[in-house]
Structures are given as C-alpha cells and as structure tokens.
C-alpha cells in the first residue's frame, strides 16, 4: 500500500495519523466536525494511490467505512478490546493522536485485530434488532413501575395478565390507590400503550425477515429459538466461516469464562461480556426455554442446574446454542448472509 494510515473517531472530530510509504512522510490532522461531507473531502486528498485505513469498531464507525469504501480506499475494522490491548499498561498519557498512530502501526505491520465488515442488510436488521430491544426494555420497565406503585399502596397484584381485562379496568379505576399513585398508574398505562404500537408491527416486521432469510430459517429449528432470536443470532454471529472453531463462535459471544491463574492459586471465572450483548441477551432468552420438559436440553441442563443453579445451566446451555448455530451457518456457506 501507498498510503497506510489510521482514524480515531469521536463525535467533534476524527484525527487521522497516516504513512505514505513511498516517501516516508507521516501526516496528521484532525477533521472537524465528524461528519460524512467533510470526511468525504478530505479523502479526495488521499485517492488516486492505493491506500488502506483502520478504525476502531466504535459508534460512528458505519459512515466512515462506507466513505473510505465509496473512495475505493481499503477499510479495516479493528476490535476496541483487542486493540486496548495491544497497546499495554496506560504508562504515557493517552491521546487521540496517539490512538491514530496506533491504529496506523499496527495496520502496516499487520497485527490489527480485525472485525467483520458487515453488509448493509446485516446492518440495518442490527439496528432494527436494537430498536426493539429498547423498546421492550422500556415496556418491561414501566409495568415494573406499576407494579411498584401497587405494592406501595399495599394492592394486590393481578395474577397473570397485569394489562388485560378486568385488571386494566381495576388500574383504570385507582382501585385502593391515593390521587398521585392513580396518575402514575395512568400515565405508565399511557407510555406503555405507545411502546406496545411501536412494538407490533417491529416485531412483525423482524418475523416477516426471519421467515424469507435461509439462515434464520435454520436457525429456528433449534428449539426455543424464535424470529427475533434467530435474527439476532444471524445478524451477530455472520459469516461464520471466519470462526474456525465453534469456540471462537462462544468467545465472540462475550458468554466465555475468563480463566487466572498462578501457580496454585486460581480466581474464579466470570463471564468475559466480551461483543454484543444483545446476543447475549437472546441467546440467555433462548437458553431458559431448556428448562421445560419438553426441550431436548432438559436432562443436561436439570443435571447443572442440581449442582451449580439455574442461572450458570442457562448460560451452559447458550453456549451450547452458539455451538451449534455456528456449525448451521458455516454449514450454508454463502447462502447463509442471502440478502432478501
């Protein structure tokens, strides 16, 4: 490559650090503010010579990497956590110049720890997959607020349903509750009737793509994975054939144990939350299924659930998903990103 360089994005701006090879000249500057026009500028001074960019797998990364692929520039992902590590013990000061150059090194001696490109449709169901995350985390929090209104006021909770039928109309009425708890039940039913009409026709529409795409179609003959799971599951893990061992899959998944050591002395493991946790969330979704008698994991996850609690089965049986949802994508090849 001609030109070998790295950039450090961040809202205000994005410092750029790049080698021209062929003089040996380094350049670095900052274009501010971070925006796709500027950026887009910019690069004009950079074409017209091979050339290849990292950046860092942070929030903004998207518009970069389309920008510096649209210049016919070679665009590199780089792993946050890796790359932190990388760079050792904080013994200078840190810097975003010093990020860029770091970037840049270890690009042109090819030690970048490197992530998956995805394509535009892995994307945007990425994004869709997210939005209604938070709108079910924000469901799911305001009837815990009702709930609570209702303890406060020393009300009974409705069995089952706490939204439908007569147990609406009871929390319509303030049924035992003081002025100010009936308005907070009334506004938490407000907010949650407008979460619920963002949430229909989402989850429909991430359905509708679970049925049509081939890979998420496979994915859900795993028992308890469903639509949303299966399309998490395809939009997280992707191209499975950069993993060349279902553990590799796991460890991607951030549902890995951590493993210290010395001598005779070891810590014990914790999780390395390591990658999306919207993964993880789905896959610890799909893994409580085991739980029932019906699903073929039951006896495996009844006999560690005896000796270590239902919790650590249910993450025993999610790493068990990511095994096998790696072999079924890596099984479909190219078919499985099958844009529809």
Same mark, same amino acid.
């Given at each position: 490559?001609?030109?070998?360089?790295?950039?450090?994005?961040?809202?205000?701006?994005?410092?750029?650090d790049?080698?021209d090879?062929?003089? @040996?000249?380094?350049?670095?500057?900052?274009?501010?503010?971070?925006d796709?026009?500027l950026?887009?500028?910019? &690069? =004009?001074?950079?074409?017209?010579?091979?050339?290849?960019?990292?950046?860092?797998?942070?929030?903004?990364?998207?518009?970069?990497?389309?920008?510096?692929?649209?210049?016919?520039?070679?665009?590199?992902?780089?792993?946050?956590?890796?790359?932190?590590?990388?760079?050792?013990?904080?013994?200078?000061?840190?810097?975003?110049?010093?990020?860029?150059?770091?970037?840049?090194?270890?690009?042109?001696?090819?030690?970048?720890?490197?992530?998956?490109i995805?394509?535009?449709?892995?994307?945007?169901i990425? +994004?869709l997959?997210?939005?209604?995350?938070?709108?079910?985390?924000?469901?799911? /929090?305001?009837?815990?607020?009702i709930?609570?209104? &209702?303890?406060?006021?020393?009300?009974?909770?409705?069995? @089952?349903?706490?939204?439908g +039928?007569?147990?609406?109309?009871?929390?319509?009425? +303030?049924? @035992?509750?003081?002025?100010? /708890?009936?308005?907070a039940?009334?506004?938490?039913?407000?907010?949650?009737? =407008?979460?619920?009409?963002?949430? @229909?026709? &989402?989850?429909?529409?991430?359905?509708?793509?679970?049925?049509?795409?081939?890979?998420?179609?496979?994915?859900?003959?795993?028992?308890?994975?469903?639509?949303?799971?299966?399309?998490?599951?395809?939009?997280?893990?992707?191209?499975?054939?950069?993993?060349?061992?279902?553990?590799?899959?796991?460890?991607?998944?951030?549902?890995?144990?951590?493993?210290?050591?010395?001598?005779?002395?070891?810590?014990?493991?914790?999780l390395?939350?390591?990658?999306s946790?919207l993964?993880?969330?789905?896959?610890?979704?799909?893994?409580?299924?085991?739980?029932?008698?019906?699903?073929?994991?039951?006896?495996?996850?009844?006999?560690?659930k005896?000796?270590? +609690?239902?919790?650590?089965?249910?993450?025993?049986?999610?790493?068990?998903?990511?095994?096998?949802?790696?072999?079924?994508?890596?099984?479909?090849?190219?078919?499985?990103?099958?844009a529809?």
């Amino acid at each position: 490559m001609a030109i070998v360089g790295g950039l450090d994005v961040h809202r205000r701006q994005i410092t750029f650090d790049y080698l021209d090879t062929e003089t @040996g000249q380094v350049r670095r500057g900052r274009i501010a503010p971070a925006d796709r026009q500027l950026l887009r500028r910019w &690069l =004009m001074s950079v074409t017209g010579r091979p050339a290849a960019f990292a950046v860092e797998a942070c929030t903004g990364w998207r518009f970069v990497v389309e920008e510096l692929c649209r210049a016919g520039i070679q665009a590199h992902l780089a792993e946050p956590a890796e790359t932190a590590a990388a760079r050792g013990p904080k013994r200078r000061a840190k810097t975003d110049r010093a990020d860029a150059r770091q970037l840049r090194e270890l690009l042109a001696a090819g030690r970048l720890p490197e992530s998956w490109i995805a394509p535009e449709q892995v994307l945007e169901i990425r +994004g869709l997959l997210q939005l209604f995350k938070d709108l079910r985390d924000e469901h799911t /929090g305001w009837v815990q607020r009702i709930h609570a209104v &209702l303890f406060h006021h020393g009300v009974a909770a409705a069995v @089952g349903d706490l939204l439908g +039928g007569d147990s609406r109309q009871r929390l319509q009425a +303030g049924t @035992g509750l003081s002025p100010a /708890g009936h308005q907070a039940v009334l506004a938490a039913l407000r907010v949650v009737d =407008m979460l619920e009409a963002e949430l @229909g026709p &989402l989850r429909k529409q991430i359905a509708t793509f679970a049925r049509r795409q081939p890979a998420c179609k496979a994915l859900q003959a795993q028992y308890g994975v469903g639509p949303v799971t299966a399309a998490v599951i395809w939009a997280e893990l992707g191209d499975c054939r950069r993993f060349s061992a279902s553990r590799k899959a796991v460890r991607h998944t951030g549902l890995d144990v951590t493993v210290y050591s010395s001598d005779d002395k070891r810590a014990p493991g914790r999780l390395s939350r390591q990658g999306s946790p919207l993964l993880r969330w789905a896959l610890y979704e799909a893994a409580k299924c085991a739980a029932r008698s019906s699903s073929p994991d039951y006896a495996y996850y009844s006999r560690i659930k005896e000796r270590i +609690g239902g919790n650590r089965a249910a993450l025993s049986v999610a790493r068990k998903i990511v095994r096998r949802s790696h072999h079924i994508l890596r099984s479909l090849g190219d078919q499985a990103l099958t844009a529809v």
